[in-house]
């Protein structure tokens, strides 16, 4: 856990199963960049504690700039990826702000997998259950 929020390797599952930071859960990056309206995606976004809204109110559409979920109350999350030179938790933070998901409860660790791993911080190998498949 991040601070009361969630610590998230966006690496595909591939590089996930190698090896993760511990108190990471996976959500690829891939998940996130998928439509909207995706149940997978609304699996993760609810399990993050967004809410998906029925009808939504003129001046909350106005200040949170999103029509479907409600992330008042969503989880901070600090993302993670291979290291400087990967590009997945970048992708996955692009995709929450364009769903609407507020930045200031997004924060990216750059260093990632190949920074942690020089420094020669635990790393553990992953159960093969992820946010989404919950």
Request: glycine share 8%; net charge negative; hydrophobic share 40%.
């Amino acid at each position: 856990m991040y601070r009361g929020g969630v610590l998230i390797d966006a690496r595909t599952p591939s590089w996930h199963k190698k090896g993760t930071i511990p108190g990471s859960i996976n959500v690829p990056f891939t998940v996130f960049e998928k439509d909207i309206g995706d149940v997978e995606l609304a699996e993760v976004f609810e399990s993050l504690g967004a809410v998906e809204r029925d009808d939504v109110n003129p001046v909350l559409l106005m200040v949170e700039k999103t029509e479907q979920w409600d992330f008042t109350n969503a989880k901070e999350l600090l993302l993670w990826c291979n290291g400087p030179w990967c590009g997945q938790s970048t992708r996955a933070i692009r995709a929450l702000i364009n769903a609407g998901y507020p930045t200031e409860k997004l924060y990216y660790y750059r260093g990632g997998m190949q920074m942690w791993q020089s420094l020669g911080l635990t790393t553990v190998m992953p159960k093969e259950e992820t946010v989404a498949s919950k």
